[in-house]
């Protein structure tokens, strides 16, 4: 596949638009467990000063270091305008959101590995090859872009929009983070679904695995010569 088949946009065949009616209920079914995730995570963030009063969570704890940024925010924060008691709170509810992203991580990757529902068409299948690529590398770039920008930590002398700034109460910085969290795992849902299938169409152009089953009608156009002419002088005496 050449580089000008990237950039054009192939027409999807009957096969593979039956193909992406197969896989999209695989697609819904890791949508809805992203939104369930984002519900818990809004649940850590209403519940925070109860699970900073009943849990500690400092920079010797695990569920600090899940979180690798959490170390970019520890060194900030030192000059960082809130109490203790905000910053205490801060931890809490961004270390308990990433579990519950790093389980649905964990679950995604079951879900992928156990999926029986692909089965691509035989012959050429460009559109396929394209969308794969496509959103592997995508998902890919999300993934880079979004370490790129939480590796940054607090806006120091900034009001920002999308990054945490320490001009902002810290519960506004601590949503910033929890939507920037949801977003990496998103990506990274995405790159496990779409990485899945691009090995699995590798195996399948390479291999012949996780291919359709030839029709019968395929099967009879494909039979030798010899065996069709067997077949008919065997008909022909049957019926003498």
């Not at 039956?18 to 209403?46: P, Y």
């Not at 790093?102 to 691509?120: A, N, P």
């Not at 899945?196 to 395929?218: E, M, N, Q």
Request: proline content about 3%; aromatic content about 16%.
């Amino acid at each position: 596949m050449t580089n000008a088949g990237l950039v054009a946009i192939a027409k999807p065949t009957k096969e593979e638009k039956d193909f992406c009616r197969r896989i999209r209920i695989h697609f819904k079914r890791g949508l809805r467990a992203f939104f369930i995730c984002i519900a818990l995570s809004a649940a850590i963030l209403i519940s925070g000063d109860y699970l900073s009063a009943h849990s500690d969570v400092n920079a010797q704890s695990i569920l600090f270091q899940l979180w690798p940024f959490n170390n970019v925010y520890l060194k900030q924060f030192g000059a960082a305008p809130y109490s203790t008691s905000d910053v205490q709170w801060f931890y809490t509810v961004i270390s308990y959101s990433n579990l519950i992203w790093l389980i649905f991580l964990g679950w995604r990757v079951l879900f992928e590995l156990s999926r029986r529902d692909v089965s691509f068409p035989r012959g050429k299948t460009t559109f396929l090859y394209q969308m794969i690529v496509r959103l592997t590398a995508i998902s890919a770039g999300m993934i880079a872009l979004m370490f790129f920008v939480n590796n940054g930590g607090f806006e120091i002398l900034r009001d920002t929009r999308l990054n945490p700034s320490f001009k902002q109460p810290i519960v506004e910085g601590a949503i910033k983070v929890a939507l920037n969290m949801a977003f990496i795992y998103f990506a990274a849902g995405l790159f496990l679904e779409f990485g899945g299938l691009g090995i699995r169409y590798v195996l399948a152009k390479t291999l012949g695995y996780f291919l359709t089953s030839p029709s019968a009608a395929d099967a009879g156009a494909s039979a030798l010569p010899h065996d069709r002419e067997l077949a008919d002088e065997t008909a022909g005496n049957y019926f003498q």
